[in-house]
């Protein structure tokens, strides 16, 4: 069955440091996420990503944040300075839409610490 | 705005017991989707079932079962004969019907099958 892929699966940053967070999406998704989820609280929406920009991004998504799609598969997310409160569980996903509906896949996940 | 509200936090049962999570959400599409997510320890967001606000059939998969009414926006989730590898965060999450698809998520209830 196709999955979301992400490295790495963790991570471990100094404050300040840049990070970049890889994930394939599935091949024929044309939707694709990140979310965090900070340990013990609820998984919160970053940004969307469809037809190679962004449609919509939530208010944690600040200057410091930034997405990519190099390529036809790799949708990347870059901290450029990270923070202490980075430090989270960061879920990319992907979905297509069909005449069934629209369902979100995640990936397993990226640990970020920044200490 | 859309909101997604589980009032339970925790729930513990012994094996073989029923569970059933409740979600309340609101939201001011008229058409929209409601979804589950699984969350075991390994901490990954593993995708239950996806309703359309259309469709108020409920539906069983196996051990779980899903009550959808419109009339009290509520999408609970049942478990029946729960098992230890039931364990895990359950998460509701409600998104629009269109434009990105973007989630909002509950807080999620926590809920631990003890043998």
């Known amino acids: 069955e196709p999955e979301v892929t992400q490295t790495p699966s963790h991570q471990v940053t100094q404050m300040g440091q840049e990070v970049i967070l890889r994930c394939v999406p599935i091949s024929n998704h044309l939707y694709f996420y990140w979310y965090r989820q900070i340990l013990g609280q609820k998984v919160e929406f970053l940004v969307s990503?469809?037809?190679?920009?962004?449609?919509?991004k939530s208010e944690i998504f600040d200057d410091q944040f930034s997405v990519e799609r190099p390529d036809g598969s790799n949708f990347t997310l870059k901290i450029r300075s990270t923070k202490l409160e980075d430090s989270a569980m960061y879920f990319c996903?992907?979905?297509?839409?069909?005449?069934?509906?629209?369902?979100?896949?995640f990936g397993e996940g990226s640990w970020l610490t920044v200490v | 705005a859309q909101k997604v509200t589980q009032a339970q936090t925790e729930i513990s049962v012994v094996e073989k017991e029923d569970v059933t999570l409740d979600c309340v959400y609101e939201t001011r599409d008229t058409t929209y989707y409601l979804f589950w997510y699984k969350q075991p320890p390994s901490g990954e967001l593993v995708f239950l079932i996806r309703r359309n606000s259309f469709d108020e059939q409920n539906e069983i998969s196996g051990r779980y079962s899903w009550n959808f009414q419109k009339s009290t926006s509520s999408f609970n989730f049942t478990i029946t004969a729960s098992q230890v590898v039931d364990s895990a965060v359950y998460f509701c999450a409600l998104s629009r019907w269109g434009g990105d698809y973007k989630l909002s998520f509950g807080a999620g209830t926590t809920v631990t099958v003890r043998a």
């Open positions: 996903a992907s979905s297509v839409s069909t005449e069934s509906g629209n369902t979100i896949y």
């Open positions: 990503f469809y037809n190679n920009e962004i449609s919509e």
